[in-house]
T-cell receptor, first 113, second 112 residues
Framework: KAGVTQTPRYLIKTRGQQVTLSCSPI?????VSWYQQTPGQGLQFLFE???????NKGNFPGRFSGRQFSNSRSEMNVSTLELGDSALYLCASSPGQINSPLHFGNGTRLTVT | ELKVEQNPLFLSMQEGKNYTIYCNYSTTSDRLYWYRQDPGKSLESLFV?????AVKQEGRLMASLDTKARLSTLHITAAVHDLSATYFCAVDVSQGAQKLVFGQGTRLTINP
């Protein structure tokens, strides 16, 4: 069974630009979550989607948004990039049932210059 | 605001020794997860602990959960070099809706 796939793996953007990251969950998984990982703040929850509906949102500014498509694939968008947005963005999928562990992808490393 | 605190944050140990990583959290939850992350890699699920008193074991790793004390432990028995990694605990704060709050991580180095 294929794992969680994130594209692209690496991205370099300039301040003020916007970026879209993509995540394909494990087949059959209906929940997709996004996390930001930085050396200073660690792993922080961004948002979670289940069957195209956002169920939870973390404490990030509105520049961070996401969506989920009917095939459970998800995208995350960051507008007006800031230097502090440089991070590893991890996507995770699960069947969406209580007690299911998250299965993480390899992440997208975003560098903002 | 929920806080999840791990200690120690850094641990260097010799092969063959035993040690424990502690994970304290500040709010009620009966779902706790342990993950492993190798350098440059993603997170790998190790254990899902779902109730007070839960104990799970896999190889040289054993995890337990005490919801009353809001404490989970990850015990390493007779450590081997391959267990060198960063270990994270995470607490579900959404009653199963997949929102996890992670600890800072414990970077474990096991020396031959």
């Amino acid at each position: 069974k294929a794992g969680v796939t994130q594209t692209p793996r690496y991205l370099i953007k300039t301040r003020g630009q916007q970026v879209t990251l993509s995540c394909s969950p494990i087949s059959g998984h209906r929940s997709v979550s996004w996390y930001q990982q930085t050396p200073g703040q660690g792993l922080q929850f961004l948002f979670e989607y289940f069957s195209e509906t956002q169920r939870n949102k973390g404490n990030f500014p509105g520049r961070f948004s996401g969506r989920q498509f009917s095939n459970s694939r998800s995208e995350m968008n960051v507008s007006t990039l800031e230097l502090g947005d440089s991070a590893l963005y991890l996507c995770a999928s699960s069947p969406g049932q209580i007690n299911s562990p998250l299965h993480f992808g390899n992440g997208t490393r975003l560098t903002v210059t | 605001e929920l806080k999840v605190e791990q200690n120690p944050l850094f641990l260097s140990m010799q092969e063959g020794k035993n040690y424990t990583i502690y994970c304290n959290y500040s709010t009620t939850s009966d779902r706790l997860y342990w993950y492993r992350q190798d350098p440059g890699k993603s997170l790998e699920s190790l254990f899902v602990l779902l109730s007070n008193g839960a104990v799970k074991q896999e190889g040289r790793l054993m995890a337990s959960l005490d919801t009353k004390a809001r404490l989970s432990t990850l015990h390493i028995t007779a450590a081997v070099h391959d267990l060198s990694a960063t270990y994270f605990c995470a607490v579900d704060v959404s009653q199963g809706a997949q929102k996890l709050v992670f600890g800072q991580g414990t970077r474990l180095t096991i020396n031959p």
